[in-house]
């Protein structure tokens, strides 16, 4: 077989045009542009969990009451408190309160009684109480579950401060009632036939606060009291009594 030879040869042209400089980016944006797209979309996407982060609340109480989820409870009709009788062959039920506050909640927070016994159908109160011992006023927000989850379909509140905004200022404390009863059809769900405790929690979220300060000893509101013939005025701290020497006021501690 006869071989052939290939030989090639690089032949270099005058005012060749110069190789084309491509983009780093697809479509012909440049690096920089793309930099800027990306820091667009981290800015919307920082936003967006921002705002997501306000709405959380009500967020969570609208998927809460559609799905069930988290023992979400229900709430009581009109119609239905009117013909509510107590269950005559139900069992009785344990109910757990159980109450907690949030890493950022200052606040105390307990239920008032540990547990009640309802039948299926019998209306119920129970009550917590919460408290702010801070120095500034403080807004908070409870979101609650039912334990097992299956049982808060049966859960029915009457009367509940979930979901509402709670502000106590400093040395404030306030009972929270929960109004609720037990559904009677919960006899007749075989899924249910060995539960005979259910536990109601309530978390307080920390939604603001200001710098409203308690009045202590050393930061309290003067009055202004008059004396002496120029009616010059004096701050004078409550508790104390002014005597006029001299057209002046002087102060002395009550006793």
Known sequence: M?????SWTVVATRGARPCRRFSSAPGGETLSE?????AMYMLS???????VSYAS?????????????GGTTQR???NRLEDLTPAEDGRVLKITF????????PWRFKPQQRSIKVVPGETALAFYKASNSTKTAITGVATYNVFPPKAGLYFNKIQCFCFEEQRLRPGDEIDMPVFFFIDKDILKDKSMGNVNHITLSYTFFKTGDDSEAIETEESREYRVEKGGPEDQHRAIAPGARGQAIGGNVATSPTR
């Open 2 to 6: 006869r071989m052939c030879r290939v």
């Open 57 to 69: 609340v009500p967020l969570y109480k609208v998927f809460c009451q559609a799905t069930g989820f």
């Open 34 to 38: 793309r930099n800027q797209r990306h």
């Open 98 to 105: 159980t109450a907690d506050v949030s890493d950022e909640m």
């Open 76 to 78: 009581a009709e009109d």
């Open 45 to 51: 996407l920082a936003l967006g969990t921002l705002g």
